[in-house]
DNA sequence: TTGAAAGCGGTACCAC
DNA sequence: GTGGTACCGCTTTCAA
């Protein structure tokens, strides 16, 4: 079943079905009702493969993201992913999956060289990230999910991890805790400048000094045995913390377990808030108070900037800096008075 | 860059770049050599299209999910989608993320007809899905997620729901516990034939039968807020209950504050098993006693088969149904003695 | 308003 | 062991 075929069938050239269903060139509209009747008949679909080595498209974007190596995909990331297939056919493009190192170029590459996808978004972007500097060198159609250092030579969609911190901090600070720590994404993660990580991390410091609290740092790893030993160290460090904040979702869980097995009832003795997906928000009781982030949102916009991008590849960059507000739920309350020593 | 390059750069035909590269034929030493050298300097790689349409193969997998619409995905969902691309990378091919209704062939038949990819992968199954009947006649290599009524004449991998239901069923009753409900996916997932949500009540009803015990079963909304009303349901109807089932994971946290806010200590006065991702079950406190749903395993054995399928169409359909075990962790123990009535 | 034909970039058959 | 070339199915220029 090709072009040939409705040509053969439909008496007319193969250019001229072409034409008719493109609508690149004006066909009678007795040959055009004649062309769609055979195709509708037969089901035709014109080969994508073809298609796009005639012209050059594929109608098709490129989602890259890490391997799950020994660890598992955050709600975050999934979600997003999902909502990015149905943005994509909104527009209708196909997305596919390409998984690729954090820290290498090599399989973008490929993706590149084979021509696969007209453009691609990255996700889990690092401050510093190379693979950024090879696709503009290589001029190829790209959104990061995450703003980075080239921010202003780049299209990308946003949490402002910064603002989010920074409103946590300061819900907590108003609430009158004093003595704050900051649960962060794997150490691994910062270490190679994560940016949601990096700027949740720069927010917490600007936000703690400008109220001059005293505040901890801790990145923890993404599962819940690692939230558990990281509130055992956090209470050990500094007893005399009532509050965190966590970006950490994956470690949720386990962060409420450790506050119970230290004897501190959330929100009375110890309050919790952060950044994190509602459904994940709700799974916990209390419910956690947190930054709601907009996955779904995410994943919407990001397709729109590439596609803006791919329609005009000259045009101005795009950007959307999300600040969702934070949710109050149950995991927040009043410091505890300090207790006499 | 294309292989004429290669083939003038190197001096020998486009054919023999083409051989060199693929190993089709043998080629000299000296040249093949040469022809690599070239390559490596320029970076080539073959474009997909043009190859895709020389040879008939796309070297791509579609996965084939439903929309999201108005609803997150699962985690388990998700969660599974990560783990395809890491498996269909280590075969050399890539994912096509499509959407299509639980209820339509339209996007498949878009999908099949365009020829963007060599076989699928169909999640989110019906126990009768016209999909299937669909890939069937038209001798579309696929592999569904999910054990359906067509079972016998295609490939699929599979978690048995009946068993593990089953399994938390006599769990439960060895604990004692004889009125136990069954809290389930949505109940429009069951009036279409969802597989899981189908065949896991099924298991709930054999086991309860054959245990002699008295069992209610409760479709439930994938959200919290659901997962409350339910519970508050549940021991509305019969406050005699103490333990429940769930396959749905989305309303775990509101599982337990229903049973919380009813005066239900879990799992002193009340018990709770359920079927979900181990990460999931770790959010909750306590722990969720869970048969633990490998994702990743699915995802991976999915592939293998549906590449099989791909390098021998004609050979047997492959089949994978998985029953992991009941991790014990908090949220299960012994049924309370009855209170005098 | 329509048709013929030259590509797009590979693969693989047929010769030598 | 290597080269020439038809062909995969579509788009688009050129000509009528």
Known sequence: MNIGEIARRANVSRSTVSYALSG??????????????????????????????????????????????????????????GSLADAAAAHEHDVLLSTAGLDSVTSLRRLLAERRVDGVILMEVRLADERIEYLLEADFPFVTIGRTDAADRTSWVAVDHRALVTACVDHLA????????????????????YESAQRGLDGFRR??????????????????????????????DDPATTALVTLNEAALGGL??????????????????????????????????????????LGRLAVDLLVARLADPAGPSGHHLLTPPVSLRGSTGPAPLPLSS
């Open 174 to 193: 108003d609430l009158g805790h004093r003595r704050i720590a900051l649960v962060n994404r794997p150490e691994r993660l910062l270490r190679v400048g």
């Open 24 to 81: 690149k060139r004006p066909v009678s509209e007795a040959t055009r009702r004649k062309i769609q009747q055979v195709v509708d008949e037969l089901g035709y679909q014109p080969n994508a493969s073809a298609r796009a080595l005639a012209n050059g498209r594929t109608g098709t974007l490129g989602l890259v993201f890490p391997p799950a190596v020994g660890h598992h995909y955050t709600a975050m990331q999934l979600d997003f992913m």
């Open 207 to 236: 936000a703690m000094a400008a109220r001059g609290l005293t505040g901890r740092h801790y990145p923890c790893d993404d599962d819940a045995a690692s939230g558990h030993a990281c509130v055992e160290r956090i209470l050990a």
């Open 256 to 297: 409420y377990r450790g506050l119970a097995g230290a004897g501190r009832t959330v929100p009375r003795d110890f309050s919790v808030a952060g950044v994190a997906l509602p459904h994940w928000a709700q799974m916990v009781t209390p419910q956690l108070t947190a930054a709601d982030v907009p996955a779904a949102e």
